[in-house]
Structures are given as structure tokens and as C-alpha cells.
Nanobody, 116 residues
């Protein structure tokens, strides 16, 4: 059974940093690209960042380029999202995604709130 478990969210002041982590199990992690999405209240879920199977290729939404970094460890089956220079508009629930199954697989999400 595919399982994705996010952690690391919380309340942070503008300009601060957080590091999200996603622990994956139930599938061959190293053979799948991974993505982070987020969903703010009243808005659609949006792609934040993606990383290739080997970790050699990454891509980011324009809104987070230069501030967020996605990485993965195929020995530990984890994918992380380092978020720096956080802004209030980064407030959202952040989800880990794997393209496993007909609709993809999602974690339960972790709340990130950027506020003074």
C-alpha cells in the first residue's frame, strides 16, 4: 500500500524558513519522479516543485524559484522541500505527490502558515 507522510510544517514569520519532509513507502521510490503541491484556502491545488527519479533535474513554480529547493534521498525514500524567505502568500497545506496509481498518490498534507 502506497503511503506518503508529510511533516515539518508550522507557523513561521515572514522571511523565515521551514523544511518539509515526505516519507514514502509501499512502492519503488527511486523509480518515480516526485512532486510537492500546495493548496491555500479558497484556491486550487498548485504545483510547487518537482524532482526527477535520480534527483538530477528539478523544476519550480515561478512564485517559489530562488526561495525553495526540492531534494530527495533514494536510500531513505524521502523527499524534502527547503523553503526560505517565506512570504504570507506561501501559507497553504503542502502535499507530497507520487505518480503511483490511476489518480496518483497523496499524503495527508502539512500546514504551513507564514504570519507575523
Amino acid at each position: 500500500q502506497v503511503q506518503l507522510v508529510e511533516s515539518g510544517g508550522g507557523l513561521v514569520q515572514p522571511g523565515g524558513s521551514l523544511r518539509l519532509s515526505c516519507a514514502a513507502s509501499g512502492f519503488t521510490f527511486r523509480t518515480y519522479a516526485m512532486k510537492w503541491y500546495r493548496q491555500a484556502p479558497g484556491k486550487e491545488r498548485e504545483l510547487v516543485a518537482g524532482i526527477s527519479r535520480s534527483g538530477s533535474t528539478t523544476n519550480y513554480a515561478d512564485s517559489v524559484k530562488g526561495r525553495f529547493t526540492i531534494s530527495r534521498d533514494n536510500t531513505k525514500n524521502t523527499v524534502k522541500l527547503q523553503m526560505n524567505s517565506l512570504k504570507p502568500e506561501d501559507t497553504a497545506v503542502y502535499y507530497c505527490n507520487a505518480p503511483v496509481g490511476p489518480l496518483g498518490s497523496w499524503g495527508q498534507g502539512t500546514q504551513v502558515t507564514v504570519s507575523s
